[in-house]
């Protein structure tokens, strides 16, 4: 019923900056907290950043002072943007969201996750 399209990764050097973003498409109420995740070869997937809807952030520890997470609700969009990129960052990012579905029958929440998006940061 939705779906997330992440854009904005790709190549850069040591020190350089992406800009992600993850728009929301499909038929759905609203939409509550949205996050980025981010998974190395075998490593856990871990919390990058995350944002309410009413704007309150989280951040990861190693990425706090260089990465902001941003949201447009009215384009359903949430973007992270990422300075001082170190080889370290290098991964796949997703993005999640937690989409909410109304009807006559009343309301429920349900996650959906992004196909990811590769960020590559050379030394």
């Known amino acids: 019923q939705v779906q997330l399209v992440e854009s904005g990764g790709g190549l850069v050097q040591t020190g350089g900056s992406l800009r992600l973003s993850c728009a929301a498409s499909?038929?759905?109420?609203?939409?509550?907290?949205m996050a980025w995740y981010r998974q190395a070869p075998g490593k856990q997937r871990e919390l990058v950043a995350a944002?309410?809807?009413?704007?309150?952030?989280n951040y990861a520890d190693s990425v706090k002072g260089r990465f902001t997470i941003s949201r447009d609700n009215a384009k359903n969009t949430v973007y992270l943007q990422m300075n001082s990129l170190k080889p370290e960052d290098t991964t796949v990012y997703y993005c999640?969201?937690?989409?909410?579905?109304?009807?006559?029958?009343?309301?429920?929440?349900?996650?959906?996750w992004g196909q990811g998006t590769q960020v590559t940061v050379s030394s």
């Open positions: 999640t969201a937690d989409i909410v579905y109304c009807s006559g029958y009343g309301c429920y929440t349900l996650g959906s």
């Open positions: 944002i309410t809807s009413g704007g309150d952030t």
């Open positions: 499909g038929s759905f109420s609203s939409i509550n907290d």
